[in-house]
């Protein structure tokens, strides 16, 4: 019996002992021929998906209780459908024997929410004045978006550095935990819808057309950089001028949204920005200041 398989049972066990017996197979619906109740049944249902839900997020290096667990209890049938399996644990067995189809389920379990220029006023702000306010010090600046899904974001804002003439003098990165999203972002290549929201001078000056698809040009790639990590655990080596971290602390519980900003701030310079999404408030971190639409200001003192 697989080590999900062993917990689910001896919690089986525990909370209703007279189906340890030995025997026949048990039918879990039902003891001694009566239905168990409709909240014991979703009561085991739960404790399974819960078993489950730990298991996919240990391989992939994350705590699963820093999640909303109703929200990702919503995505399990997508996981399901992503990895063709008919149930947890056929899915687990599935990982089991190729153990890359675990980034697979992450994926559909902690899904991204991104866009190119997503939010009008957050990004006609930052294109008037955050980020010429950053660069006007003609020292480097340092960017970081957190959570960074496909990249939409990040090369929102590369593209409108490369506007204002500073691109080759800032240092962008992304990180996310799904590693698909990462190698996704990497590549810069997106499909029509994707690219909808984009100026058409930006579409003729930083992307390349290949049949259906929009790919980001091949020099501006390459000044950003990508890589896989976990927000909440590994904190990048700051001071960051920017910290972009958006529509990510949604899906978090109070308390890991809570560390998670106490970790920006710190992280950021004195004075630097942080940008965050339309649902986002920075709850519980101190030093502060909102100065714009989803746009706080480090202070400085």
């Not at 389920?105 to 929410?113: E, R």
């Not at 980020?131 to 957190?146: C, D, H, M």
């Not at 004075?271 to 986002?280: D, N, P, R, Y």
Request: positive net charge; hydrophobic residues 45%; aromatic residues 8%.
């Amino acid at each position: 019996m697989s080590a999900l398989g062993l917990r689910t049972a001896t919690f089986r066990h525990v909370v209703f002992p007279e189906l340890a017996r030995s025997g026949p197979p048990v039918n879990f619906a039902s003891c001694d021929g009566l239905p168990l109740g409709a909240s014991a049944v979703a009561h085991i249902a739960a404790t399974e998906e819960q078993l489950f839900l730990n298991w996919i997020f240990e391989q992939g290096g994350l705590d699963c209780s820093d999640y909303k667990i109703e929200t990702l209890r919503r995505r399990i049938p997508s996981c399901l459908r992503a990895l063709h399996a008919g149930s947890l644990s056929q899915a687990r067995q599935f990982i089991e024997r190729k153990p890359t189809l675990a980034r697979v389920a992450i994926s559909t379990l902690v899904i991204g929410v991104t866009g190119f220029f997503r939010d009008e006023a957050v990004f006609s702000t930052l294109a008037h004045r955050m980020l010429p306010e950053l660069t006007n010090r003609g020292s480097a600046a340092r960017i970081w978006s957190a959570g960074c899904s496909d990249g939409s974001e990040l090369y929102s804002v590369s593209m409108l550095l490369a506007e204002l003439g500073v691109l080759h003098r800032c240092y962008l990165l992304g990180t996310d935990c799904r590693g698909d999203a990462v190698k996704r972002a990497a590549e810069g290549v997106f499909d029509a819808d994707a690219v909808k929201s984009v100026p058409q001078l930006m579409i003729d000056r930083y992307f390349t057309v290949d049949q259906d698809c929009w790919r980001i040009h091949s020099w501006l790639r390459t000044v950003v950089q990508w890589r896989t990590a976990n927000v909440l655990a590994v904190n990048e080596p700051g001071s960051w001028d920017m910290i972009l971290c958006r529509n990510l602390a949604i899906y978090f519980r109070a308390p890991a949204a809570a560390r998670l900003w106490r970790t920006l701030v710190a992280l950021l310079r004195p004075g630097g920005i942080l940008v965050l999404g339309k649902a986002e408030r920075p709850m519980g971190a101190e030093g502060l200041t909102p100065i714009g639409p989803c746009i706080y200001r480090r202070n400085r003192s």
